[in-house]
């Protein structure tokens, strides 16, 4: 039978300053071509680590059949799911759906989770997953978000301390639609999230050769987005 239970949309719906003016820094860089920057993890990951013991044990409950486990792991996990996804929709209703749709997948799936790993990053595979299925059923839809280069050229060039969250946030998201989804997804990780090689590895499930070629390919068909419009990247 699916559960379901209900998400706090206060918690999961994250404020535009989850999106960085130093990330949205390192996206500007990445269009025009600069070497790709050593990343450090980001403020929206340093979170209190839950000790595994704990997990465990309300995992060993919900297989007991007590449901109000289930509603702690959602209570204590919702709002870093809702960051990851916060990237694949800024539509609040899309957005509340799929991280529903997290909770009951991981929900129905919990007899594969082993324990080896933290369960949020059990949670946060399943998630990208979730997130990047959207973004399938987007593509094969053919909607395209509505993004002019022009409005790239109103970010200011000389402070990014001048940038405004919100703008920003929201071109860079339009900006990356209009990449295929599998470019769009290794940018996300790679950028956004800020995850090195071995981090996008296990939150894809993709080879870490896999990695860093979907990266290099996603790079180009970016300045490409530049170059159709007559911004040659020097």
Not at 89 to 100: A, G, K, N
């Amino acid at each position: 039978m699916k559960a379901t239970y209900p998400i706090n949309t206060a918690l999961v719906i994250c404020p535009e300053p989850m999106i960085s003016l130093r990330t949205v820094r390192l996206l500007s860089e990445l269009v025009h071509a600069v070497v790709e920057p050593l990343l450090s993890p980001s403020e929206s990951r340093n979170v209190a680590a839950v000790p595994l013991a704990v997990d465990l044990e309300d995992i060993r409950q919900i297989r007991d059949g007590d449901s109000e486990a289930y509603r702690r792991l959602i209570e204590r996990y919702q709002r870093q799911i809702g960051q990851i996804l916060w990237r694949f929709s800024r539509d609040s209703r899309i957005h509340e759906e799929l991280v529903q749709d997290v909770f009951v997948e991981a929900y129905l799936s919990l007899d594969r989770y082993l324990g080896k790993a933290p369960f949020v990053h059990w949670l946060s595979r399943i998630a990208t997953r979730v997130g990047y299925g959207y973004w399938k059923q987007v593509a094969r839809q053919k909607k395209r978000e509505n993004f002019s280069l022009q409005e790239w050229d109103q970010l200011p060039d000389d402070s990014v301390e001048r940038m405004d969250p919100s703008q920003a946030a929201e071109l860079m998201h339009r900006l990356l639609g209009k990449l295929p989804p599998r470019d769009r997804l290794v940018l996300t990780l790679r950028y956004l999230e800020e995850c090195d090689v071995a981090e996008t590895v296990q939150r894809t499930g993709w080879t870490k050769s896999m990695v860093k070629v979907q990266t290099w390919r996603a790079r180009n068909k970016l300045r490409n987005l530049f170059k159709q419009s007559g911004r040659d990247i020097k």
